[in-house]
């Protein structure tokens, strides 16, 4: 009897609620204070997750979000794993920066403003 094995990227593709589209866009974190913000690249996105590339070993300390410039959302976010500058995200409430944010958010808002100035 033969069994298939499956490998490591297949078993973690069963595990996601929802599939991931390949993408290569800029994004932010914001963490800790929320004056620390990083450059990162994200590798893959769902409407629940996401994997990010960060340039160098950072140490995350909850809570973070992540800013997705492109489309002007910030996340919150959870550390789902982690490989390296390689971090799988969950990716929890989502905050339209076109609209009126509170005030813990007003600086990803202007973060996010000056990079579509771009």
Request: proline share 6%.
């Amino acid at each position: 009897m033969m069994t298939s094995m499956s490998s490591p990227s297949q078993r973690a593709r069963e595990r996601r609620s929802a599939p991931r589209q390949r993408t290569l866009l800029a994004g932010r974190l914001s963490y800790g204070d929320p004056a620390i913000v990083i450059a990162c690249g994200i590798r893959n996105l769902s409407p629940v997750g996401a994997n990010i590339e960060l340039e160098g070993a950072v140490l995350l300390t909850p809570p973070f979000r992540l800013l997705l410039a492109r489309e002007g959302v910030a996340y919150d976010a959870t550390i789902i794993w982690r490989r390296g500058p390689r971090i799988g995200l969950a990716l929890g409430v989502a905050y339209d920066l076109r609209e009126s944010v509170d005030l813990q958010i007003r600086m990803l808002q202007a973060i996010w403003k000056e990079m579509a100035l771009r």
